[in-house]
């Protein structure tokens, strides 16, 4: 392809040209790229966004208000999943553009690797610039595999199916499906290569650090089973960056409606910026449909645990429209938006990394280490002196600590169904989750019933959108739908 080229774009905040074998966007004016750092500035897209319309309501963190299920139970995401209605046909459904942008992002990512030598420029930049792109790759095609795919399993990955691996730019050739092991290979060699040329401190935060690619390296290791490596990336990563907020002093100063250090770019947390929903200006609308949690995830949270008082609430007159009060869940509170606080639902956070390494030294046996670096959490999180957890007597018991920490931490976004899905591979973990409906709508037309969710239920894998399959012949649903 030649050094100059035309860059499509669209006229949403989830923008980016596309391949026309599998998606569609339609294009608005042309910006004109022929140098290294115009393609080095493609990298940058402050508007990241993952809707979770299809799979936020399949975990038992999730909670809705009821009319928003109501009617809708074999007709929407919403009402399938809420209700693990298997019966129901989710291949006639819109994923509401979450394939389409995950692969948008990775034909941006293309772009610039494929282009980029032909520019005129310094050949570290051009380095770096591939560098970076590779790792928003990775990321991408990470996400991609765990929401349409099994979750890695090393005694059927290489049989199972899983997504089309993007590896150049193109608009005409049509996508072949990979298996999950071939995608999770690829994924890997695209970090190993790259995460090294990082910079530390880029020249804004929405190009990727060091120490992001050195987490979303760990985080692809404890997905893939490699423990030893999940270890030494989480290490590499918060070597990098440590940095936890303390909630203890967003409470003295009376709460994150006062305290509004961590706004905006201003969480030194947060290791890369992807918005749930369509954007950070409208993650906080996101918060109000995806933001409540389970009655069963509430109890989990201790009363000293700052993560509930200072983000959460069940009462007051601002939450009367998203919330149904008696309902025994929970809301992210309306007073925290992203001018106050930056929380990151989908993109990395250091707090995720400590979690890593607990795992990873929990899987390892070393589980005094592991307990340390969930204390290490739990100070910053928790109020008071009774902050810390004695080591559990089993892996098993630890592991579970683990993943309770998890749920309390790692809110919202794509979490909470990944782990469930790559956890229900293992019988000591593996999970049957139940949820009543309707609570408070509750009638003798419509009396509450027990829904239930198997740990080996298809809707686990979330099918590739039909306007994809449409376009692709190639993408064969993974499930037996």
Not at 460 to 476: G, Q
């Amino acid at each position: 392809m030649a050094g100059v080229i035309y860059l499509l774009l669209t006229p949403v905040s989830c923008l980016l040209s596309s391949c026309d074998n599998y998606i569609d966007i339609t294009p608005k004016g042309a910006i004109t790229v022929d140098s290294t750092s115009q393609y080095y500035e493609l990298i940058v897209n402050p508007m990241r966004c993952y809707n979770p319309a299809a799979y936020w309501h399949l975990t038992d963190d999730a909670w809705a208000k009821e009319s928003n299920i109501l009617g809708y139970e074999n007709l929407s995401f919403h009402g399938i999943n809420y209700t693990f209605n298997e019966k129901a046909d989710r291949t006639i459904l819109s994923d509401n553009n979450l394939y389409e942008n995950m692969y948008a992002y990775i034909m941006r990512a293309n772009l610039v690797i494929d282009n980029i030598d032909e520019t005129q420029g310094a050949a570290d930049m051009k380095a770096l610039a591939k560098a970076e792109a590779r790792t928003f790759r990775a990321f991408d095609h990470f996400l991609a595999v765990n929401t349409y795919a099994k979750a890695y399993d090393p005694a059927t990955a290489a049989q199972d199916g899983g997504v089309a691996i993007m590896d150049h730019y193109t608009l005409e050739e049509v996508p072949v499906k990979a298996t999950v092991a071939e995608v999770y290979d690829f994924i890997i060699k695209d970090l190993e290569e790259s995460v090294a040329l990082l910079q530390e401190k880029p020249v804004n935060i929405y190009h990727p650090n060091r120490a992001f690619g050195y987490a979303l390296l760990a985080k692809v290791y404890l997905f893939h089973r490699d423990w030893e490596k999940a270890k030494t990336a989480a290490e590499a990563a918060l070597k990098l960056n440590p940095t936890l907020v303390d909630y203890n002093v967003i409470k003295d100063a009376g709460g994150v409606a006062r305290y509004t250090n961590y706004s905006h770019e201003n969480n030194p947390e947060v290791l890369s910026y992807h918005w749930m929903g369509s954007g950070w200006t409208t993650e906080q609308a996101a918060l109000y449909y995806y933001g409540l949690i389970s009655p069963e995830l509430k109890a989990l949270f201790e009363p000293n645990d700052l993560r509930y008082s200072l983000f959460l609430r069940d009462t007051g007159t601002s939450i009367t429209s998203w919330f149904d009060y008696n309902s025994g869940g929970a809301i992210w509170t309306p007073a925290t938006t992203t001018n106050r606080f930056t929380y990151m639902s989908v993109g990395l956070r250091t707090a995720e990394v400590y979690l890593i390494l607990a795992e990873a030294n929990a899987r390892l046996n070393n589980l005094p280490e592991a307990t340390n670096y969930l204390n290490q959490l739990r100070a910053k999180r928790l109020s008071g002196n009774e902050t810390a957890i004695a080591t559990p007597a089993s892996q098993v018991e630890m592991i579970k600590t683990i993943i309770n920490e998890r749920r309390k931490e790692l809110l919202f976004g794509f979490n909470r169904f990944f782990d469930l899905k790559r956890f229900n591979l293992e019988s000591e973990y593996a999970k049957t989750v139940t949820r009543e409906y309707p609570v408070v709508n509750a009638s003798e037309t419509r009396p509450k019933q027990t829904y239930t969710l198997l740990p080996d239920s298809r809707l686990y894998i979330i099918p590739f959108p039909h306007s994809a399959r449409d376009k692709n012949p190639n993408l064969t649903l993974n499930t037996n739908e």
